[in-house]
């Protein structure tokens, strides 16, 4: 801290109206600057201590329910103390007198702050200033309280021969004190009392418009902090953790002692922080609230100690401003949950669209191949009844045969996933589907190093459904899984009850699928399987059937861990047959 430079006035007694007038001025000018309490107690105290050529300078100020009492001496040691001093206010706000202003010589400053001293006694003005000349003779004050006056001696200690006590006050409130001590006798005249008290009326202007100018600066400064919070969150193209970084990043400035503050959000267990954030000993916080949920909080500390600290230890407007933070954080936070969820929302509308659009595209197709194959078929038949045929062309009658009853499957396959089949729908034990399909597989699991899980709930409600659509469903899923497992693994096949469905979960431990493949499931002929393996209309078929049946298919799947299917039937009321 830079010690202030004082400098001595010329001879004690001998200022003029113009000296108060340029002094007066100088500390107008000065204040203008809006410099925290401490720094300007100090410069008023400087200036004062230069201009009054007294040895010390106290000086008292109001705010935030105490006072700031700071001392300043020509001692090279420690020229400036600075301290808080709370008071004690009744109901009506009015200072209450302290049974415990037992040092005479607070008691004495208490006495002038309240407006005590009976006014136009010896030592005191009309205005309730007190001035003494010789503090070693002890002296009698008629100090008025609950308008009962009473006399109180008064015996100082201490070096200080001179003294003149100034109390500062707007309106009949008291916002301060101003002290001048010398060690000089009989330092101050009439004349000059009366100039120092016209001074303290120019004091408490600049004292007051001092207060304004810091308050002012303040709310500039929450003012641009929320400015730039809310230009973070307006920023699409950031990521969430890029925004709490910015928001981390404006906190400090917007508080009294930016240097010194540091501040942390701590979110779902993640946490942002400015470079050297530590956990200070003057800590606030706020916790971010979203949806009703506890989801975390954010942080400003103060790494050291300092003397003007207000209400423990922040200011009243900074617990608001973080509050308005925690809170701008939870609307951050709900504002891009619902801009995703619309999001995702509208890429299902699409892909629904996409499918319906390809569904009814192959459904045109498929029919009109289904007659052309329906000849091929029907006359093929009939060319391989007629006797006398050589050999070789029966063999290449059967492949033709062959060839268009695959195609005929396939468009049989095109017409289900556009849902040109409509499901013949009956009571269907999906648990014994699933045991009845799993026969198949159970020798080439044993084969393949498939370890195979089943747990199928015990009272399962029949669902209404085309059982040979269904079984169809279930094939497709468990040859997916697998061929999704050529080194072996795990299947689980899960049949569950919920409210108003029934699910079908199968589970496997295979290669997984991309975010890339996933999107394409169910488009039909997408496979990533060599030709001969896969048509890429199993899983198609799979959403043609669901779908027609009013069910829902979920998908996940991670990469070399495996895939999880969910197939969710609408069941549509209680019925007798379980099992
Ligand atoms: P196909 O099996 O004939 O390729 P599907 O429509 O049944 O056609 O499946 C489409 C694609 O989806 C498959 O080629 C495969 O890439 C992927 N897939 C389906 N099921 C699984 C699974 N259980 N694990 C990994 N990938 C799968
Ligand atoms: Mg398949």
Redo the contacts with the bound molecule.
């Keep these: 801290m830079k010690h202030p430079k004082i400098i001595q006035s010329k001879a004690p007694g001998s200022k003029s109206v113009k000296n108060f007038k340029a002094l007066s001025h100088k500390i107008l000018e000065y204040s203008n600057r809006g410099d925290l309490r401490t720094d300007f107690q100090r410069e008023i105290s400087k200036m004062l201590l230069g201009f009054s050529g007294c040895n010390a300078v106290e000086f008292w100020l109001k705010g935030h329910g105490k006072y700031f009492r700071s001392c300043m001496t020509r001692l090279s040691g420690k020229p400036f103390l600075f301290e808080t001093r709370p008071y004690p206010q009744n109901e009506h706000g009015e200072i209450v007198p302290q049974a415990n202003d037992d040092q005479t010589w607070i008691y004495l400053c208490h006495t002038v702050i309240h407006g005590r001293l009976t006014p136009s006694q010896p030592l005191v003005t009309k205005n309730g200033s007190f001035w003494t000349g010789n503090t070693k003779k002890p002296f009698f004050l008629r100090l008025t309280f609950d308008k009962k006056s009473h006399v109180r001696s008064f015996t100082l200690s201490g070096d200080t021969l001179s003294l003149l006590l100034l109390p500062l006050s707007v309106g009949r409130k008291n916002i301060g004190l101003l002290v001048l001590k010398s060690k000089l006798k009989s330092y101050f005249n009439k004349k000059e009392i009366s100039l120092y008290e016209d001074f303290s009326r120019y004091l408490e202007i600049v004292a007051t418009h001092h207060d304004t100018q810091v308050d002012l600066r303040e709310r500039i400064k929450e003012l641009s902090c929320l400015y730039h919070i809310a230009r973070l969150a307006a920023q699409p193209d950031l990521s969430m953790k890029e925004v709490l970084q910015g928001i981390v990043k404006v906190l400090p400035p917007a508080w009294l002692y930016p240097e010194i503050a540091h501040a942390r959000i701590l979110l779902n267990g993640d946490s942002f922080s400015t470079p050297h954030f530590q956990e200070g000993r003057d800590r606030q916080q706020a916790d971010i609230i979203v949806n009703g949920k506890h989801r975390g909080k954010v942080e400003v500390v103060y790494s050291e100690k300092r003397s003007e600290l207000d209400e423990g230890p922040f200011l009243q407007e900074e617990r608001a401003l973080l509050d308005t933070v925690a809170k701008e954080i939870a609307n951050i936070i709900t504002g891009r949950q619902a801009e995703r969820d619309k999001m995702n929302l509208e890429e299902q509308v699409r892909h629904a669209d996409r499918l319906a659009t390809i569904g009814q595209l192959a459904a045109g197709v498929a029919h009109e191949l289904n007659e052309p194959l329906g000849s091929i078929l029907g006359f093929s038949q009939l060319v391989k009844k007629c006797s006398g045929l050589p050999h070789r062309a029966e063999l290449d009658m059967e492949k033709i045969l062959n060839a268009s009853l695959h195609a005929r499957d396939i468009v049989k396959k095109l017409l289900i996933f556009a849902r040109q089949m409509p499901p013949q729908k009956m009571k269907v034990n999906l648990n014994r589907l699933v045991e009845e399909g799993l026969n198949f597989f159970k020798s080439r699991c044993a084969k393949e190093n498939i370890e195979l899980s089943c747990l199928l709930s015990p009272d399962l409600p029949e669902v209404d459904a085309d059982p040979s659509q269904l079984n169809q469903v279930v094939i ?2 468990i ?3 697998l ?2 497992m050529p080194h072996g693994g795990r299947l689980k096949i899960q049949t569950l009850e919920e409210e108003n469905h029934v699910l079908l979960i ?1 589970e ?1 431990t ?4 991309s975010e890339e ?1 996933l999107e ?3 488009t039909p002929f ?4 060599e030709v001969g ?10 959403h043609g059937i669901i779908t027609s049946h009013g069910g829902s298919i979920k998908v996940e ?1 991670k990469i070399s861990q ?2 999880r ?1 969910e197939i969710q039937l609408p069941w549509t009321g209680p019925n007798e047959n379980r099992g």
């Design positions: 497709n899923l040859v997916n899984a061929q999704a199968i496997d295979g290669v997984g699928m493949v394409k499931i169910f997408f496979t990533t399987k393996k896969g048509t890429g209309l199993g899983l198609p078929v799979v799947s495996g895939t299917f």
